[in-house]
Nanobody
Framework: QLQASGGGLVQAGGSLRLSCAAS????????MGWFRQAPGKERDFVSF????????DYADSVKGRFTISRDDAKNTVYLLMNSLKPEDSAVYYC?????????????????WGQGTQVTVSS
């Protein structure tokens, strides 16, 4: 089970840190990802982090502003979001997978959190 938290309302240029706490199993061997979905739009890739090596990747729209990290001792993954823009407003979902594949695709992930709302005002 994944539990996302940390969303909220923030002004443009502000920051938020999302957390995704895992329970019920150890996710230290899983690729962890963040996706987001704005109203009326498809769910889009934001970032992922691999186990062990901690390799990361980001959507072009968030590169240089967002940072993903993981604390396997706490079974938690984080998404630090800086310089937020109104277009970052969405429901953010964390996800996990033990499968290989294209981690930019939500179909690769088989565990999902419930989502946390991020709203950025202009």
């Amino acid at each position: 089970q994944l539990q996302a938290s940390g969303g909220g309302l923030v002004q443009a240029g502000g920051s938020l840190r999302l957390s995704c706490a895992a329970s019920g199993r150890t996710f230290s061997n899983y690729v962890m990802g963040w996706f987001r979905q704005a109203p009326g739009k498809e769910r889009d890739f934001v970032s992922f982090i691999t186990p062990t090596s901690g390799t990361t990747d980001y959507a072009d729209s968030v590169k240089g502003r967002f940072t993903i990290s993981r604390d396997d001792a706490k079974n938690t993954v984080y998404l630090l979001m800086n310089s937020l823009k109104p277009e970052d407003s969405a429901v953010y979902y964390c996800a996990a997978t033990v499968f290989s594949g294209n981690f930019h695709h939500d179909s690769t992930f088989n565990y999902w959190g419930q989502g946390t709302q991020v709203t950025v005002s202009s």
